[in-house]
Every structure is written in C-alpha cells, then in structure tokens.
C-alpha cells in the first residue's frame, strides 16, 4: 500500500513538473513576457520619466543599399538607450531608399527603463501623428525626407528620393526627438 502511494504521489509530481516545463518553453523569453505586460499595463505600472529626447544615429555607408538589386538589409544594431535597442532596415525601392528603425524592449526585470513614442494612458498607448525627424550629412547639411512613417510599436520610417541619396554616399545622421524615456515596475 505505503509503495503504490508512492507510485501515485511521484506520478503527480512528474505530470506537474511536466506541465511547468512545457508553459516555459511554450511562453516567450522572459524579457518578451515582460515586455508584453508591460505595454499593455497589466501588473506594471508605466511612468513618463522625460519627453522628447534627442536620439542621434549616424548610418554608415556600408548599411545603406545604393543598388535596387542589392537584398534589403536587415536587423543592423544601430543604437542602444534606456535598455532599448534600434535596430534597421533598409531597401532600395527604386525611386527611393528606405529606412525603418524598429525598438527592441530589453526588459529582463521587474522594472527598469525603456523608451517608445507615444504616450501611455489608461485607455492604452496614443502614438504621435507625425514623425520629427531631421537628416543631415557629414557637414551638418540639412537632407530632404521624405514619407515619414510610424509603427507598428515603437518604430519609425523615411526615405531617401533618388536626387537626394548622392547626399548621403558618405553615410549621414538622423536625429529624432520623438522617443519618450519611460519607467516601469511591477505593481
């Protein structure tokens, strides 16, 4: 009898162990379940540390595809801040080169900082309606932009129209003032 309640007792432990391994490598990372919580604010609190602060990002010739044939350029770590890290993509579309810059949340602790652009509310996240960002070459020359875009998420896009893209065969900066610096942390 004492060994079949074993039996039985081990069994159950071994299902219960079982099923918890399989919730951890079912769910995301740890870093992407705090981030989803985070952003939707379920079980964290957000708070707006500063506003509008100047990001500046120097793109290097070599990220940049001169040539419509060449593949789109993808994942190219061009900046960390605030445990944050953006990253690009770029394509020559023919008429144009275009430039998205995505926002990975490194968020791995119960709180900590991040930055988006928008702002967070109790009815959830208000994104800006128009991209603020400026280009310029190596001599600090303003260069045109052209179609702006924002999102999904924390991202923003331009192009480059092909009479301006001689301007930036030496690379160029962008600066964008639209990143928001937040606070999170677990209620």
């Not at 999904?152 to 893209?165: D, K, L, M, R, Y």
């Amino acid at each position: 009898m004492n060994n079949r309640r074993w039996a039985v007792l081990s069994t159950v432990i071994l299902i219960i162990a079982a099923i918890f391994i399989y919730q951890y490598y079912k769910s995301d990372s740890p870093s992407e379940a705090i981030t989803e919580k985070v952003l939707n604010q379920d079980g964290y609190t957000v708070t707006l540390r500063s506003e509008h602060i100047p990001v500046e990002i120097f793109v290097k010739p070599e990220w940049i595809n001169f040539n419509v044939d060449e593949p789109m350029k993808k994942d190219i770590q061009a900046a960390e801040i605030h445990n944050s890290t953006l990253l690009l993509d770029v394509v020559n579309r023919g008429n144009d080169i275009y430039f998205s810059f995505r926002t990975i949340f490194n968020m791995n602790n119960p709180s900590g900082a991040f930055i988006y652009n928008g702002y967070f509310t109790e009815e959830g996240i208000q994104t800006y309606t128009d991209t603020n960002v400026k280009l310029y070459d190596e001599n600090g020359e303003e260069i045109a932009v052209s179609q702006t875009g924002l999102g999904p998420g924390a991202a923003f896009s331009f192009g480059i129209e092909e009479e301006q893209q001689k301007l930036i065969k030496e690379g160029f900066y962008v600066k964008y003032n639209d990143f928001n610096v937040y606070n999170y942390m677990e209620k």
